[in-house]
């Protein structure tokens, strides 16, 4: 039944992205309506798989990369809705969603099996670290696709090259204002996931901080989005500048989230 949800989940998160793809070369109502249609679809699905993976293991699935890779898609899937439906911006999801599908499609790559728990991670600390950690990794996802389609948009009004494409595309201010409130969203998630897990760290190794790669690049991380915030409440950091930050801050989070477990050892790795 796992095996199932999850190759389903799989199929209709493709179906989503070929359908918001097709409408960013066609966007007719019709298209924006399926596209909506089939990742809501989709994201019921992967959440009854999240569900019966969860019952089937005993704890939240959140352990290896294959489970928080699918946590880490099924965060982005449900974050990005939310903001469909306040801002009715259809074209963010060919921007958002291949990011998921590819995130999903990734966790294909990593051993599915569930393995007995380390002892380390039998804590009330781990639904509550790594969920709101994997949030704060959606929020600044959709930042990334809302840059991504800043620059785009501040190039075509720069070189006036108002065609079909920047026709397509929200106002810069829109863009902006996006990229904003994911900040606002993640950044306190992240600082909330920080603290939690040094509370959880000092349970489970004696330390509150012990410069583990994962906690040296997540403090990365933090500091990266906290001058991104910084910059905007204080200096005026909007537009362009916010929109590169964001996209370097999503870069820097990936090689928290992927390369810290891929190419270095510690107390977080774990594949």
């Given at each position: 039944?796992?095996?199932?949800?999850?190759?389903?989940?799989?199929?209709?998160?493709?179906?989503?992205?070929?359908?918001?793809?097709?409408?960013?070369?066609?966007?007719?109502?019709?298209?924006?309506?399926?596209?909506?249609?089939?990742?809501?679809?989709?994201?019921?699905?992967?959440?009854?798989?999240?569900?019966?993976?969860?019952?089937?293991?005993?704890?939240?699935?959140?352990?290896?990369?294959?489970?928080?890779?699918?946590?880490?898609?099924?965060?982005?899937?449900?974050?990005?809705?939310?903001?469909?439906?306040?801002?009715?911006?259809?074209?963010?999801?060919?921007?958002?969603?291949?990011?998921?599908f590819l995130i999903m499609a990734g966790s294909t790559g990593f051993p599915s099996a569930i393995m007995p728990l380390n002892p380390a991670l039998k804590s009330k600390w781990l639904m509550l670290h790594t969920s709101m950690a994997f949030l704060s990794y959606a929020a600044f996802t959709v930042a990334f696709g809302a840059a991504i389609m800043y620059l785009i948009q501040q190039y075509f009004l720069k070189n006036k090259k108002l065609g079909p494409m920047y026709q397509k595309l929200p106002s810069?201010?829109?863009?902006?204002?996006?990229?904003?409130?994911?900040?606002?969203?993640?950044?306190?998630?992240?600082?909330?996931?920080?603290?939690?897990?040094?509370?959880?760290?000092?349970?489970?190794?004696?330390?509150?901080?012990?410069?583990?790669?994962?906690?040296?690049?997540?403090?990365?991380?933090?500091?990266?989005?906290?001058?991104?915030?910084?910059?905007?409440?204080?200096?005026?950091?909007?537009?362009?500048?916010?929109?590169?930050?964001?996209?370097?801050?999503?870069?820097?989070?990936?090689?928290?989230?992927?390369?810290?477990?891929?190419?270095?050892?510690?107390?977080?790795?774990?594949?």
């Open positions: 039944m796992n095996a199932l949800l999850f190759t389903l989940t799989l199929a209709v998160y493709l179906a989503a992205t070929v359908a918001y793809l097709a409408y960013l070369v066609k966007p007719r109502e019709i298209l924006g309506k399926v596209s909506r249609w089939l990742l809501t679809a989709g994201f019921v699905v992967h959440c009854a798989y999240t569900v019966d993976r969860y019952l089937e293991a005993g704890h939240t699935p959140i352990t290896n990369l294959h489970e928080s890779l699918s946590f880490f898609s099924l965060a982005i899937v449900g974050l990005y809705l939310l903001f469909e439906r306040k801002y009715r911006i259809v074209i963010l999801g060919s921007f958002v969603t291949p990011l998921a810069l201010d829109v863009l902006d204002e996006i990229n904003y409130r994911c900040l606002t969203i993640g950044f306190p998630l992240l600082t909330f996931a920080i603290i939690s897990g040094a509370i959880w760290a000092e349970s489970a190794w004696g330390t509150y901080w012990s410069w583990d790669p994962k906690e040296t690049w997540s403090l990365i991380t933090w500091f990266v989005y906290a001058a991104l915030l910084h910059g905007r409440l204080t200096t005026g950091w909007r537009g362009k500048k916010a929109a590169i930050l964001a996209i370097v801050g999503f870069f820097v989070l990936l090689f928290t989230f992927l390369g810290v477990n891929l190419f270095m050892s510690g107390l977080h790795s774990y594949k």
